[in-house]
């Protein structure tokens, strides 16, 4: 059987075709490409019980991926994330079947890894010796450690105001690392003219067309440790977009290959207060965002002020009667610790953010009771230790822990 059914590559606006053999970047009416596979063919021969002897992790699904040869597999094992049972913050929010899928698990500590995984993966099978990329961070990261790992290489430029943890990953895998004082649009400007005066591989959010399905397998897993029925609500936080896009198009795969059971689940983009184009069109009703001008969160993953692939977002929401939905600083960190503490799970601040907006949702009525809803978190707490400032006694030799010092 086949590694891959690759079919082609497709524009979602103008419809033009591309052969996957060739390395493509955007459509030429500037649109985001998308990979088509043989779904009549594979039917014939994948069945979802055969995945059950596969390896736990995203290449399991190789055939809906876009690699076509298993040589060329770039992997440090990342997938099949955990999905798990939030039962005492689900009561709290009166979601009794409230679950989260957690990334913070995968390699590099970031969902981040398995658009890197893929993308690097297709990159090596296209012959790409160098590729260039704007990152807030974890991506950056995840595409400099991954690259390194396929003997490419990588030059990134992220805010200087970036996790630095993030920052030293680029640097220890080797990457050219720049650092702009200004925002992920500001650093892809430099990309870009660094990809056309070194003719680099461009590795910006959509501007290739495989990160998108690294992030779909999210959407796979889901459905599979779901045993292959929807859940009502998808909840994921929302900055580029190529996450829930990839969701999105993962189950309408899934449908066309008859693996699952019921309606779509509405998709929430969750965006920060102080970022939140998406929400901005949705609540007008528009099919593509305006800029953001001087944005600002404390979760920087989604402080991204004009997506690429806007359209694609609004479309994902749209089409499955979602919403957007936009949450303030403050309350995510509220959320974060309260997690922590009922949870014993320590997230990152764009994944609270997905639990405030559940919260709020369910508040509303517009998450009904007994409704099945997974909240994405996308990150590891400990990736961002800037975030959560605390107080902590400092006891000197020989002293004792009086009652006032218990918590």
Known sequence: MKFSYISHLYCPKCELTYHVKERHQLCLCGSPLLVKYDLDGLKKVLKPDDLLRREASLWRYHELLPVESQENVVSLGEGMTPLIAMSTIGEDMAIRNLYMKDEGIIPTGTFKA??????????????????????NGNAGAAWALYAARANIQSSIVMPVDAPKITRNECAISGANLYLVDGLISDAGKIVGQVVKDFELYDASTLKEPYR??????????????????????????????????????????????????????????????????????????????????????????????????DFLVLEAIYKTEGCAIAIDDESILKELEKIATMEGAFICPEGAATFVAARRLRESGWIKDGETVIALNTGAGIKYPETVRVEVPVLQPGDTIRKEMRL
């Open 212 to 309: 998108i399905e690294g992030k779909k397998t999210m959407g796979l897993e889901i459905a599979e440790q779901m045993g292959w029925k929807m859940p009502d609500v998808i909840l994921y936080p929302t900055g580029g977009g190529v996450g829930i896009i990839g969701i999105y198009k993962a189950l309408i795969e899934l449908q066309e290959l008859g693996w699952v059971e019921g309606t779509l689940p509405r998709l929430v983009a969750v965006q920060a207060e102080g970022c939140a184009p998406i929400v901005k069109a949705w609540e007008e009703k528009k099919a593509i965002s305006e800029f953001w001008a001087d944005s600002s969160t404390i979760a920087f993953g989604i402080n991204v002020p004009k997506a690429l692939g």
């Open 114 to 135: 398995r658009g890197a995984a893929v993308g690097v993966s297709k990159a090596k099978e296209l012959g790409v010796k160098e590729l260039a990329m704007p990152t």
